[in-house]
């Protein structure tokens, strides 16, 4: 196959990953000068992996993981597409950070008072209940948004923690922040609305579908679907409990005995 030049007008961001392969969603309109076969003038672009495409005004690749640094932008810009002057200012209030593996970000019965966007590492949600028997609820790896939704929006104290599994690097907001800019931008309002809603339906609302609907042999595949690589870089003991099951029961299903 052989590839061209596309010209947009705007950023894309990325969409999807599926076996090291980087599926970008184009949430722009398309000026097409040179292109390949097929190529939707709106949404998914699904391409085989290879180096990258480049515009004079804005990259658009697909690439392999291990080639592509995401930058604190490409989330930014991946929920809600912001102007270019308010994206300046947002950035702004951020802070690089990079912590150790086993490092906190969040503890029990303080309120969250940041959002981080993580450009690399991962992270897992649990509860501890009061015999100290920790359950996993959610699992972050590389190029997502980590946050106690529910405790940072109220700012009430949070009832789960928020731990790093890997040596991780992140860039961080704090709650005044975000109030700032949302009296500041509405396009920055529009975007906050969405983060919440996308965060929100992905850490509650799936959870509670997949345990009332998908079985435990289901529930591993979507984990795989969403992470294909998560066997590599978490624990099967950890992967067990956010899939409410045993570790025997997970190495019986990864053997195909179930």
């Known amino acids: 196959m052989n590839y061209e030049f596309i010209y947009i007008k705007l950023l894309v961001s990325v969409y999807y990953c599926e076996k090291n392969v980087y599926i970008w969603k184009v949430k722009a309109k398309l000026n097409i000068t040179k292109t390949f076969a097929n190529l939707p003038k709106n949404g998914v672009i699904c391409v085989p992996k290879f180096r990258e495409f480049v515009s004079p005004i804005y990259k658009l690749c697909v690439i392999s993981t291990n080639e592509m640094k995401i930058t604190l932008e490409d989330i930014i810009q991946s929920i809600y597409l ?5 994206l300046e200012d947002v950035l702004g209030h951020f802070q690089h950070l990079e912590y150790p593996k086993n490092y906190f970000l969040l503890k029990p019965g303080k309120p969250c008072k940041h959002l981080w966007f993580m450009t690399q590492g991962a992270v897992r949600y649990f509860y501890t209940n009061d015999q100290g028997k920790e359950t996993n609820t959610w699992f972050s790896l590389d190029a997502q948004i980590i946050t106690d939704t529910t405790s940072f929006v109220k700012q009430e104290p949070a009832q789960e923690s928020i731990q790093l599994i890997e040596d991780s690097e992140m860039f961080s907001i704090e709650y005044v922040g975000i109030q700032a800019l ?23 609302e799936d959870r509670i579908a997949d345990l009332q609907f998908l079985d435990a042999k289901e529930r591993y595949q979507k984990l795989l679907n969403l992470y294909p690589d998560i066997t590599n870089r978490i624990s099967l003991g950890n992967i067990a409990s956010y899939l409410n099951i045993t570790q025997e029961t997970l190495s019986r299903i990864r053997a195909g005995k179930v």
């Open 82 to 86: 912001l102007p270019e002057q308010v």
């Open 182 to 204: 949302l009296q500041k931008h509405h396009s920055f309002a529009l975007w906050y609305i969405k983060l919440v809603e996308l965060h929100y339906i992905s850490q509650i």
